[in-house]
């Protein structure tokens, strides 16, 4: 007998697939913010137009962040008992969603909001799953541009199916939807999930530890470097119009300035979604100067969508390449020690090739000018070797132009 996911498996992979999903968006990883990471399911209409309005007067809306995301706890404990429609928590948001939407539009935004492919949300929030239809066509109403949806409570529910089966439902309802999956990598969703999203998570929650894991027993969060451990084998699926998700930015919750700077850095060197998850309302100016860096934000939107690849990885010093458009490059030099690292990189003794993108750095047959992003200032030529000390868990980051 023939297992009910082999089934949908063979199904997806030997019919003609067409895409599900709204063809034309996300061209580039998706940037705005969430409200999980910091406020969980504390959130509140007060707490999102405060929000809203930082992101504008911050600079973030500027630099290109235009995604404000509510995550799990929107909704009241049940649905609607005549129309089965989710509703909205009225103590949360007295004005509902579409109020919410219209302010959120307002100031030059877009809107998004969460649910889950199971029989309740993550917080035991009315989940989706028989609804699919019914919620696509609420979110259309109000005018929802971006749904995030999770992968709790999905005992023998089919991942292809479930995530295929709401894709669908958007693309009925008629309203452009950005369809983010958070499957968590579970069923390797890169393999399957280009023609029924724009991104999909690739591993479990993240954490504001640098590296490691933060254990709860049931369930763990993984820290910052354990998830880019887990990405470049992955970089073939991704491009414009369907990403790799390796979670939201935790720039701003209890990092350090350089581990702050690391995970900004390698996140635009994987052309992640950039999805802050921090209080905007409190940040000081360090996160706010890393958050808005336009250099670095450049090489993460950069139109051919290729994701950076690891060239060398010694003695906790690792070197990232990732190609640009107009014959350009970025490398990362990531220092993951707990010491100072001094590098020594002779351009003219190092070809740098990628098989993915068919890209070849060669200083010995092409010249590239060099410009640090983090200082913001041009630091000569690949004639020379690039010289410097790299403090424990941050970067140096260049950008190669000819």
């Not at 999903?21 to 406020?39: C, H, Q, R, V, Y």
């Not at 530890?209 to 763990?220: K, N, P, R």
């Not at 491009?239 to 350089?258: C, F, K, Q, R, S």
């Not at 958050?291 to 990885?313: H, P, S």
């Amino acid at each position: 007998m023939i297992k009910r996911s082999s089934f949908f498996l063979f199904l997806f992979f030997s019919c003609k697939i067409y895409s599900q999903k709204f063809e034309g968006l996300a061209l580039t990883p998706p940037m705005g913010w969430n409200s999980w990471n910091t406020f969980q399911t504390n959130i509140s209409e007060e707490l999102v137009k405060g929000i809203v309005d930082v992101m504008v007067s911050s600079g973030m809306k500027d630099a290109g962040y235009s995604y404000i995301v509510l995550d799990d706890g929107w909704m009241t404990m049940e649905r609607d008992p005549k129309t089965g429609d989710l509703v909205a928590d009225p103590k949360k948001f007295p004005h509902g969603m579409k109020a919410l939407a219209d302010y959120v539009h307002s100031k030059g935004l877009k809107f998004g909001l969460y649910n889950c492919a199971g029989t309740t949300t993550c917080a035991g929030y009315p989940g989706t799953r028989g609804y699919e239809y019914q919620d696509a066509r609420l979110y259309a109403s109000w005018d929802v541009d971006y749904l995030k949806f999770d992968w709790c409570n999905t005992d023998r529910i089919n991942s292809i199916e479930a995530y295929t089966t709401m894709s669908t439902a958007l693309k009925t309802a008629g309203r452009p939807i950005v369809f983010s999956l958070c499957e968590w990598g579970t069923n390797k969703p890169w393999q399957w999930a280009a023609p029924v999203g724009h991104l999909w998570r690739t591993t479990g929650d993240i954490s504001n530890l640098f590296d490691g894991i933060l254990d709860h027993g049931s369930w763990q969060q993984q820290g910052i470097m354990r998830i880019v451990d887990s990405q470049d084998t992955i970089r073939q699926y991704a491009g414009p119009g369907h990403w790799n998700d390796p979670d939201m930015l935790e720039v701003g919750n209890g990092l350090t300035a350089a581990e702050n700077r690391t995970h900004f850095s390698m996140w635009c060197m994987l052309a992640a979604p950039l999805i802050a998850g921090n209080d905007m309302r409190k940040m000081d100016e360090s996160t706010k100067n890393i958050l808005t860096n336009k250099e670095m934000i450049a090489v993460n939107q950069d139109a051919l969508g290729i994701e950076a690849f690891k060239y060398r990885d010694r003695d906790s010093l690792q070197i990232w390449f990732k190609p640009l458009k107009n014959d350009a490059w970025a490398v990362c030099f990531l220092n993951r020690g707990s010491q100072s690292k001094q590098i020594d990189f002779d351009w003219q003794n190092e070809t740098v090739n990628d098989t993915l993108s068919k890209r070849e750095l060669n200083a010995k047959t092409t010249t590239y000018k060099l410009r640090d992003l983090w200082l913001k200032k041009d630091t000569g030529d690949t004639k020379k070797s690039s010289k410097a000390t790299i403090a424990s868990h941050d970067v140096l980051v260049l950008r190669l132009n000819k």
